[in-house]
């Protein structure tokens, strides 16, 4: 069946808005609601503790027919974990103990992400025991698998208001983490589904002829065929107006993620896709091209809402074609009490495992940050929102935006719950929003400290 695309006329009042075919068309009952918020990060049962604030916000997720999240983080018990910790891992790892699945559920989430550089911070053992929880905890999951083609498969939820499909891919990634499909007597790999990318360091004409002399006087040059190009020591080099970096998906990979987006809305009333994404990395609040050109040509193939998460902090939102695209839903729960971290991460942040406790070495890593970018001190990773989108007569009608800080100042024992903003804060975290979303074309109203796109309303006019 052939890819069809959404074109850009204006809605009529029935269900196929936007010329979609049938098979792909949104097919839910009005007053459908989507939750979508950025990383869990969690490692304890958050229900059962005193985290005052934190019940406004669980009222919030419980009220949506679908409430999603990216699950960045391993589920196991480690006294009885078969496994162990990965030679490659996102950057620190990331473990939660089992009462996290039931926990998730009686919060609201009832559909997660998996794809995303922590998925195998505990190997092949810590991804499928995640996956027994997740099951057992009745939380729909999708992103990884035993081999590619399940990794890249949608998975399912059912909902009284319509069937929901999930799609979860992630660009940024551990090498060894990615999946592949068997070929021949050669089988598959477990992993999850990558989008790989070709990345490309953007610079002025006059650096591109330093870096040419640079190479040139290294042993065993290898000159390049275009002129404007400069391959040093792996790293590509390119000609741009500005310094900076781009990224080229790879062709084979955005046709897979293009089909799987299709056949899940053929299979489903409304699709989730999400990508996990660092780029250009935790300190941009843009995203790289690249994404917004996925984020578009995902929702052309069916998909009804793009959520992206990575950098830790909040991006802007678009909405093309009436659908919402979340460039980074920065994070939801940062509950970094996580222990044991791996010996690899004692030497990684200068500690000493005779000598450093596991949590000296976890303040160690947020102060310090990831090896390419800064740590977490800056109190915008801190800040974040709760999205609640509502279709009716299957468009987006209206998205509400909830701010949330998930305590920066506080110890870390006690940081990282998320509560409702008080009102000043709230009015800071909406209005940096709508200036990361301006470029999009957004418009996003606060009215007693919950901001409001309705995009509906403003496509009526056209």
């Known amino acids: 069946m052939e890819n069809s695309r959404v074109n850009g006329d204006c809605p009529t009042e029935n269900a196929s808005s936007y010329d979609l075919t049938s098979s792909i068309a949104t097919n839910v009952v009005d007053g459908f609601t989507m939750v979508a918020v950025g990383d869990l990060i969690v490692s304890r049962a958050l229900t059962k503790g005193h985290h005052p604030g934190f019940g406004g916000v669980v009222d919030i997720v419980r009220g949506a027919d679908a409430a999603f999240g990216n699950l960045e983080t391993l589920i196991f018990d480690i006294r009885s974990f078969n496994g162990s910790p990965a030679a490659e891992y996102g950057g620190a790892y990331h473990i939660s103990l089992p009462d996290i699945g039931p926990d998730l559920r009686a919060i609201g989430f009832n559909i997660v992400g998996r794809a995303n550089n922590h998925a195998f911070d505990w190997g092949v053992e810590g991804m499928r025991e995640t996956s027994r929880i997740l099951d057992h905890s009745g939380i729909v999951h999708a992103g990884v698998g035993e081999n590619r083609a399940q990794a890249s498969a949608a998975r399912f939820l059912e909902t009284a208001r319509g069937r929901v499909g999930l799609l979860s891919c992630a660009t940024s990634f551990t090498p060894m983490s990615r ?6 007597e050669a ?7 990558a989008l790989r990318l070709a990345k490309s360091v953007v610079v002025r004409r006059e650096m591109l002829a330093t870096l040419r002399q640079v190479r040139d006087a290294l042993p065993n040059p290898k000159p390049d065929d275009d002129p404007e190009v400069v391959v ?37 009333d409304f699709c989730i896709f999400t990508n996990h994404a660092h780029q250009p990395g935790n300190w941009s609040q843009e995203p790289a091209e690249f994404e917004r050109l996925l984020a578009h040509k995902t929702i052309d193939a069916g998909a009804d809402a793009y959520v992206g998460h990575g950098p830790h902090q909040l991006r802007g939102i678009e909405i093309y074609k009436g659908r919402p695209i979340f460039y980074s839903l920065g994070n939801f729960i940062m509950d970094d009490l996580r222990t044991p971290v791996g010996a690899d991460m004692f030497e990684e942040y200068g500690k000493d495992l005779r000598a450093n406790t596991d949590a000296e070495v976890t303040a160690a890593e947020m102060s310090s940050g990831y090896a390419s970018d800064p740590g977490f001190k800056d109190p915008v990773f801190y800040e974040s929102i709760v999205t609640v989108s509502r279709f009716d007569q299957n468009q987006l009608t209206e998205l509400r935006l909830y701010p949330i800080e998930l305590g920066h100042s506080m110890r870390l024992a006690n940081r990282g719950v998320p509560r409702l903003a008080s009102p000043a804060q709230a009015k800071s975290i909406l209005e940096r929003l709508q200036k990361l979303s301006n470029p999009f074309g957004t418009d996003i109203t606060i009215e007693n400290g919950v901001g409001f796109i309705r995009p509906a309303s403003e496509l009526r006019q056209h």
């Open 179 to 184: 999946a592949c499909d068997p070929a021949g």
């Open 232 to 268: 040093l020591e792996g790293t590509k080099y390119r000609i741009g107006e500005y310094a900076g970096y781009s990224y080229d998906a790879h062709d084979d990979d955005i046709a897979q993620i293009l089909r799987n987006v299709r056949s899940s809305k053929q299979f489903s």
């Open 187 to 193: 089988p598959g790999r477990p992993g999850l589904n």
